[in-house]
């Protein structure tokens, strides 16, 4: 009889634990699908293309479960799922990963990526790493878009373990932190221990099918970029309550506005003053360094408002090649966090880095000798042309001769008897023009009209030259501004080359230059100095360097000294560069922006140029115009002195003259022959005089 009823009774055992397991199992299906769901739909938005890594393993077929419905315990089955609801219900573009077929490219990078890995793969982290390293050397590899990796399969070690690993491996490659790891153990077994006394005892309870969804917060609770590995969340067959997920934030932001002095590795490629090396003592007496300068500026501003602690590491201050090539060498190591200084923005460096917005936007400039100032006796000479002046003289003569001709004219003798004689009648006119009166006005209408368009003449010449010479003792001129090579190859300039300019040559078109003969310098700044205060070459530079030069040297106004061509060689864009996805660029790009737009970098180079300008050992005096100094005043000193020289002249020869004719008469100078008064004008007066008295 109880041999019967075990018969009767294992049967519906049998069926209510088949029938059991089909609704847990039914059960766990649909949770899974709904995260699935959740996941990809709540995460990925239609700005761009998702793209799909397939597992490269997949498991074994197992044996069907007796109520004929695939369990979810294989990747299989989830890549199935996960692209059935992207098939039907995302927006956004698909892009399944293919190492073989990778010839093509995207317009706008991705901004997403899943991953399907299976545990059980030998060799696991290895395999792993190269699916990511393949996955990152493709040309639309986004390292700060969201990511998903989708484990599912029999675990070697502890989930907490398996995480470490995974997301360890993501940010060692890629420095991914904006990932999330969901682990699907069908056959894990959990673990719980317990403490007897002195010793620890394992125990197997179950085994039991569950979720864990892990990720990496780096700067969790002050840590500095470490591999912080978070349990967001865990879900288990008895507990698949849809609330559980959809209430967790799976991408949130893992960088801190501000960070607990956490050390920033810094260092530099540049030339001052993009960089400049400020060295002091500690209270130990150990010798340290800052880096400083119009390219580091924004970067400092940076540390000291997020209180990050920086470490600055040697820095590259020449320009040369080997030097930079082992400064790249240092940024591969991965030990570098920032570079900054003469970074371009070009295409080269993006494909290995990651570049800021830009810090400072510079031109390369042609740097030419800036115009002397011109002698001040040629630019007198210059102040009228010299068909302005050769009419003057002209009209001068003419006016000279015409006055001398009415004044002899017979019936006009008495009417203007002042200009009777030629020398007298060059007087008179020279007087005018020089704005003095002369002696005796002429008395008939003709001679004095005649008088007053010479006078009215004189005036205008003496008002414009008087406008032209105030001019030119508020300013002095200068000689012509080269403005294109043209003008250079004609000033017989020659070209300044160093060692990096044969670089440039290779990445900017300059065959314009092969009519120059070049001078090889040893540096830049002697290069350039020989523009600046030799004259007797040219080069081309940043637009910053020769002015800071200029400062250096003491010049307070480095224009009249640093000049530049009018067309420039190119224009540049000097970024910071950071490891290829490093969490720090969104907040450093902000920061930047923000200082570029409130012109805080502009006020630090007049810093700068001021900073230099007080440390100048010699003061450029020439620099500093004084507008009535007596260099400046002598050319008109000298021609008042030539002036009062050649009037003692003419005085001393008249004396002489008049000394020698009363030599020649007799003591009795009622000699007609020998009377003074020699002129017939005057003598017929006096004959006059007498006949009426």
Excluded at 382 to 401: A, K, N, R
Excluded at 644 to 658: D, K, N, T, W
């Amino acid at each position: 009889m109880e041999t019967r009823f075990i018969i009767i009774l294992l049967p519906i055992l049998t069926l209510s634990s088949i029938a059991k397991e089909t609704f847990a199992e039914n059960s766990t299906q649909q949770f899974v699908q709904s995260l699935i769901e959740h996941v990809l739909l709540n995460n990925f938005t239609q700005e761009g293309p998702v793209v799909v890594l397939l597992s490269n393993n997949t498991q074994e077929d197992r044996l069907a479960s007796l109520n004929a419905v695939q369990s979810p315990q294989t990747i299989e089955w989830l890549q199935d799922k996960s692209f059935d609801v992207m098939s039907k219900s995302s927006l956004w573009p698909i892009l399944v990963h293919d190492i073989e077929h990778e010839d093509y490219s995207l317009d706008i990078p991705p901004k997403g990526y899943i991953i399907f890995t299976n545990p059980e793969m030998e060799d696991f982290k290895y395999n792993f790493i190269q699916n990511v390293e393949n996955l990152k050397n493709t040309p639309y590899w986004n390292p700060r878009s969201n990511l998903i990796v989708f484990a599912c399969g029999k675990l070697q070690k502890p989930p907490a373990d398996f995480a470490h690993t995974v997301l360890s491996a993501l940010k060692e490659t890629s420095n991914i932190i904006n990932a999330v790891l969901f682990i699907f153990t069908g056959d894990t077994e959990q673990i719980n221990s317990y403490s007897n006394g002195s010793t620890t005892n394992s125990i197997i309870i179950e085994n039991t099918k569950a979720i864990h969804a892990y990720t990496l917060s780096p700067y969790l609770n002050g840590a500095c970029n470490e591999d912080v590995i978070v349990l967001i969340g865990k879900w288990t067959a008895h507990n698949t309550s849809q609330d559980n997920f959809k209430s967790i934030d799976l991408f949130p932001d893992k960088v801190p506005k501000r960070f607990t002095g956490c050390v920033l590795n810094i260092t530099a490629f540049g030339i001052e003053p993009y960089l400049i090396v400020k060295t002091y003592k500690t209270d130990d007496g150990e010798n340290k360094f800052t880096l400083e300068g119009i390219s580091m500026e924004l970067i400092n501003l940076f540390t000291r408002e997020v209180n990050l602690t920086p470490n600055f590491l040697e820095p590259v201050t020449e320009l040369k090649y080997e030097l930079l090539i082992e400064l790249v060498a240092l940024y591969t190591t991965g030990i570098i966090d920032i570079v900054a200084g003469l970074i371009p923005t070009v295409q080269f460096i993006k494909s290995h880095a990651d570049l800021s917005v830009p810090v400072l936007t510079d031109t390369l400039k042609y740097v030419v000798p800036c115009p002397k100032p011109m002698k001040k006796t040629e630019e007198i000479l210059t102040l009228f042309s010299i068909s302005t002046w050769i009419s003057m003289g002209l009209v001068f003569i003419i006016v000279s001769v015409l006055f001398w001709m009415l004044s002899n004219y017979p019936t006009r003798r008495n009417d203007f008897t002042g200009f009777n004689v030629l020398t007298q009648s060059f007087s008179a006119a020279w007087a005018v023009l020089l704005g003095i009166s002369v002696p005796q006005m002429p008395l008939s209408l003709g001679t004095r009209n005649l008088f007053i368009i010479y006078v009215w003449y004189c005036f205008a010449i003496n008002t414009v030259f008087q406008a032209y010479f105030t001019t030119y003792l508020v300013e002095p001129g200068y000689e012509p501004h080269l403005k294109t090579l043209d003008d250079v190859l004609q000033a017989e300039l020659k070209l300044g080359s160093y060692n990096l300019m044969e670089t440039l040559r290779g990445t900017v078109d300059l065959n314009e230059l092969d009519d120059f003969e070049e001078i090889i310098c040893i540096d830049i700044d002697q290069c350039h100095k020989s523009v600046l205060f030799n004259r007797d070459t040219f080069s081309f530079a940043l637009s910053y360097f020769p002015t800071y030069l200029a400062s250096l040297a003491g010049i307070s106004d480095q224009s009249k000294v640093v000049c530049f061509l009018d067309n420039s060689v190119i224009t540049l864009s000097m970024a910071a560069v950071l490891p290829i996805g490093h969490p720090l660029l969104k907040n450093l790009n902000v920061h930047i922006i923000r200082c570029v737009e409130a012109g805080l970098l502009e006020g630090y180079w007049s810093k700068i140029k001021h900073e230099v300008n007080l440390k100048a050992n010699n003061t450029d005096k020439a620099s500093e115009y004084v507008v009535f100094s007596l260099t400046h005043l002598s050319p008109v000193f000298m021609l008042l002195l030539f002036g009062c020289i050649l009037s003692a002249l003419l005085l001393g020869s008249e004396l002489a003259v008049f000394w020698i004719k009363s030599n020649k008469c007799p003591i009795n100078r009622s000699n007609s022959k020998c009377s003074l008064n020699t002129d017939p004008s005057i003598q017929e007066r006096s004959n006059k005089s007498k006949l009426i008295m």
